[in-house]
C-alpha cells in the first residue's frame, strides 16, 4: 500500500529534546525520502529556537518542505483528514477525535508509537510490538530508537558522514565557522570541547581541572541550562558572546543556534559533552569522544539507562579504556571526583577517538531509524 503522506505529533517537553529529534526525522522523511509531512507541535516558540526560519506567529506554514501545523489543544478541526502513516512522538497522547477519524478511514492508517532511545534490553521485547485500541478498529506499534541491529536505529540523513568527513578535513572552513560564531583565532595548540549539559555541579570541577591542566582547553558553551554552573567560576554570570580566561582555559559562550550548525559544532571539536538524547545522537556522527549528560530521572533510573548505552558503545575497546570511559560518565552524572576520572579517561583519548569512528559506522549497518521505520511499515502496511 502506498504511504506517501505523514502526520507526525510532537509536544515539547524541555525546550529541545523531543522536538530537535521529531524535526530531523520530519527533515529525513521529507527531504531524503519524499514524503508528504505534516508535523503538529503545541509549542511553536521553543520551535523556533532551533527552526529560526519558523514563525511561531503562524498555525501554519511551510518550512524546509513541510507542513508545520501548531497542534490545538480544544475543537481539533473536522476537516483535518489523518494521513497515511501517523507518527506520535514519544508516547504524547493523540486527541480523541482525530483517533476517530483515523478509524473512519477506508483504509486506517499505520499508526506509530515512537519512543525514547534506549539501550536497555527490554527494548527489544517490546520493539515493533502491536497495541490494540481498546475500542476503535486501530493498532499503534512501538518502535524504540536504538544503538544495534535489532532496534529501530538512530537518524542519519543522506551524505552526512561524507559531509562531516569534508569538514573535518576543511581548515580554512573550520576558521570560517568560528569567525561567523564571534569565537576569537584558536591557538593550533589548543583543544576544542563543547559543551551542552543539563544543570550539572559537575560541569564546574570538570572546567576546573581543565583550568589546571598542561593543555590549553578552549570551551564552547551554547546558552542553556549549563551556563549557570559554568558562570560559578567567575565572578559575574557569562553572557552570549562573551570570553573568559581561567588558568589554561578559555571559554566562550555561543547563542543557541540550529541543527545543521549545532552539527557543525560538534564536528569542529576535539571532545563533546552532550545532553538528551538529540545531541547524543549528533554526537556519534561527529566521529569524536564524546560524554554523555543523561535526564536525570527519581530513583536513578537514568543511570540504568546510561550503564546500557555504555554496555554497547565500549564494546571493543582495551579494558582498562572501557573502565576509564565508564568511570568519568558516572562521575559526570552522579557529581563525583570528576577531575580524577577525567586524568584517567584522558590518556585513552588517541583510543578513544578511533574507536569513535569505528562506533560511527557500525550505528549504521542495516541503515538509519528512517530507512528501518520505511522497512517496517512496508512490511505491516
Known amino acids: 500500500m502506498n504511504r506517501q503522506h505523514w502526520d507526525i505529533f510532537c509536544t515539547v517537553i524541555d525546550n529541545y529534546g523531543d522536538i530537535g529529534v521529531t524535526w530531523r526525522l520530519a527533515r529525513r522523511l521529507a527531504g531524503d525520502c519524499g514524503l508528504t509531512v505534516r508535523l503538529w507541535v503545541d509549542d511553536l516558540a521553543s520551535f523556533a529556537r532551533i527552526a529560526p526560519g519558523l514563525d511561531p506567529a503562524l498555525p501554519q506554514q511551510t518550512l524546509a518542505g513541510i507542513d508545520v501545523r501548531l497542534w490545538p489543544q480544544a475543537g481539533w478541526p473536522a476537516d483535518i483528514v489523518p494521513a497515511d502513516v501517523v507518527i506520535e512522538a514519544f508516547g504524547c497522547r493523540l486527541p480523541d477525535s482525530f483517533e476517530q477519524a483515523m478509524a473512519a478511514r477506508a483504509a486506517p492508517p499505520v499508526w506509530i508509537n515512537l519512543e525514547y532511545l534506549s539501550a536497555e534490553?527490554?527494548?527489544?521485547?517490546?520493539?515493533?510490538?502491536?497495541?490494540?485500541?481498546?475500542?476503535?478498529?486501530?493498532?499503534?506499534?512501538?518502535?524504540?530508537?536504538?544503538?544495534?541491529?535489532?532496534?529501530?536505529?538512530?537518524?542519519?540523513?543522506?551524505?552526512?558522514?561524507?559531509?562531516?568527513?569534508?569538514?573535518?578535513?576543511?581548515?580554512?572552513?573550520?576558521?570560517?565557522?568560528?569567525?561567523?560564531?564571534?569565537?576569537?583565532a584558536l591557538s593550533e595548540n589548543e583543544w576544542k570541547v563543547s559543551l551542552f549539559a543539563y544543570d550539572n555541579p559537575a560541569a564546574a570541577k570538570l572546567l576546573q581541572a581543565w583550568a589546571d591542566g598542561p593543555q590549553p582547553v578552549r570551551c564552547l558553551v551554547p546558552e542553556g541550562k549549563a551556563l549557570p554552573v559554568v558562570?560559578?567560576?567567575?565572578?559575574?554570570?557569562?553572557?552570549?558572546?562573551?570570553?573568559?580566561?581561567?588558568?589554561?582555559?578559555?571559554?566562550?559562550?555561543?547563542?543557541?543556534?540550529?541543527?545543521?550548525?549545532?552539527?557543525?559544532?560538534?564536528?569542529?571539536?576535539?571532545?563533546?559533552?552532550?545532553?538528551?538524547?538529540?545531541?547524543?545522537?549528533?554526537?556519534?556522527?561527529?566521529?569524536?569522544?564524546?560524554?554523555?549528560?543523561?535526564?536525570?530521572?527519581?530513583?536513578?533510573?537514568?543511570?540504568?539507562?546510561?550503564?546500557?548505552?555504555?554496555?554497547?558503545?565500549?564494546?571493543?575497546?582495551?579494558?582498562?579504556?572501557?573502565?576509564?570511559?565508564?568511570?568519568?560518565?558516572?562521575?559526570?552524572?552522579?557529581?563525583?571526583?570528576?577531575?580524577?576520572?577525567?586524568?584517567?579517561?584522558?590518556?585513552?583519548?588517541?583510543?578513544?577517538?578511533?574507536?569513535?569512528?569505528?562506533?560511527?559506522?557500525?550505528?549504521?549497518?542495516?541503515?538509519?531509524?528512517?530507512?528501518?521505520?520505511?522497512?517496517?511499515i512496508a512490511e505491516i502496511g
Open 121 to 184: 534490553d527490554w527494548t527489544r521485547g517490546c520493539h515493533k510490538l502491536p497495541s490494540p485500541h481498546p475500542r476503535l478498529p486501530l493498532t499503534k506499534h512501538f518502535f524504540f530508537p536504538g544503538f544495534d541491529a535489532a532496534s529501530g536505529g538512530l537518524i542519519c540523513e543522506d551524505g552526512l558522514i561524507a559531509a562531516r568527513e569534508a569538514w573535518q578535513a576543511d581548515p580554512e572552513a573550520q576558521r570560517d565557522y568560528w569567525r561567523r560564531r564571534n569565537v576569537p
Open 231 to 376: 558562570s560559578s567560576l567567575f565572578d559575574h554570570p557569562l553572557q552570549v558572546g562573551e570570553h573568559a580566561q581561567l588558568g589554561r582555559l578559555t571559554i566562550d559562550v555561543l547563542p543557541l543556534s540550529d541543527q545543521d550548525d549545532y552539527d557543525r559544532l560538534l564536528w569542529s571539536c576535539d571532545f563533546n559533552c552532550v545532553r538528551g538524547e538529540d545531541s547524543l545522537v549528533r554526537s556519534q556522527w561527529a566521529a569524536r569522544p564524546m560524554l554523555w549528560h543523561i535526564y536525570p530521572q527519581d530513583d536513578e533510573a537514568h543511570i540504568a539507562k546510561l550503564q546500557a548505552f555504555l554496555d554497547q558503545y565500549c564494546a571493543g575497546l582495551p579494558d582498562e579504556a572501557a573502565a576509564a570511559i565508564r568511570e568519568l560518565h558516572l562521575a559526570w552524572n552522579r557529581d563525583g571526583d570528576i577531575a580524577t576520572a577525567w586524568r584517567n579517561a584522558a590518556r585513552w583519548l588517541p583510543a578513544w577517538r578511533r574507536h569513535a569512528t569505528n562506533w560511527q559506522q557500525q550505528l549504521l549497518q542495516g541503515g538509519d531509524l528512517a530507512a528501518r521505520l520505511l522497512h517496517f
